[in-house]
């Protein structure tokens, strides 16, 4: 389990990191204010993705900060996704974002749904506030977070409990894919072009069969006899047989 991922889970566990009217949320480290933000996260193309974020100063509030969060991407100059206070939402982000951030609280997320491949790139955080002796202050995460869209995979399944066959899809990284099909289960009828090649092949057998049944009557015709009347007054049979004529002897004649 990645670290990001890890803070993202813990976050509910954690007491809630609450505004006050006059107090301050100093940062652990030597900076007087701070956005802070996983440096790289990835997920699957058409899937969704939480940004965490939380952030630190050291003024005092004013007793209605007005606190507003807002998000650019691509670079730290780039062009605002999101911006509470505007109640703002890129073009490109239409009701994909959602902000999971308490008014009054230090840290949130920031989820992006049904992701693209144009999707990859930088996204910073962004704070701004009014303070109580010094007056408005904004701020945001200088490295920003490097999301990384990965390939899916669609993978075609079977419902085996059901006599229509549906197609369902799951989702992964492997970056291959395999496309998916519906049909309905038992006995598929046979298309034209089947149903025209078994018409031809009983046709074939029945001329085979008519063929062969002509040819052997033909045969037959060629094996025969017939009576010779007279030679040299004797009466014989002449017959054809095996490619040549035989003679057979008959009674004499008066």
């Avoid at 505004?19 to 956005?35: F, I, R």
């Avoid at 303070?131 to 995979?153: C, D, F, H, M, Y």
């Avoid at 049979?237 to 004649?253: D, F, Q, R």
Wanted: with cysteine; charged share 20%.
């Amino acid at each position: 389990m990645g670290l990001p991922l890890l803070l993202l889970l813990l976050l509910p566990l954690l007491p809630p990191a609450s505004l006050q009217a006059g107090g301050s949320a100093k940062c652990t480290s030597n900076l007087d204010y701070e956005v802070k933000q996983p440096e790289h996260l990835s997920a699957p193309e058409g899937g969704s993705i939480d940004i965490p974020f939380s952030f630190c100063y050291s003024w005092e509030l004013a007793s209605d900060p007005k606190v507003g969060i807002s998000w650019r991407w691509r670079d730290f100059h780039g062009e605002f996704i999101y911006n509470t206070t505007l109640q703002f939402t890129h073009e490109d982000f239409k009701n994909r974002l959602s902000l999971n951030w308490t008014k009054g609280q230090r840290n949130g997320s920031l989820r992006i749904s049904n992701l693209r491949r144009e999707d990859e790139c930088s996204y910073f955080g962004r704070v701004q506030l009014t303070t109580r002796n010094e007056g408005k202050k904004v701020w945001q995460s200088i490295p920003g977070t490097k999301l990384t869209i990965t390939t899916a995979t669609e993978k075609t399944t079977k419902d085996p409990t059901s006599t229509t066959s549906t197609t369902s899809t799951t989702t992964t990284t492997d970056g291959l894919g395999v496309s998916g099909d519906k049909w309905t289960s038992g006995s598929r009828p046979l298309a034209p072009g089947a149903i025209v090649g078994v018409a031809l092949a009983g046709a074939v057998l029945i001329i085979t069969i008519l063929g062969l049944a002509v040819y052997l009557r033909w045969r037959r015709s060629k094996e025969f006899s017939f009576p010779v009347i007279k030679k040299n007054n004797v009466q014989g049979m002449a017959e054809w047989s095996g490619g040549h004529w035989s003679w057979g002897m008959g009674e004499s004649s008066a």
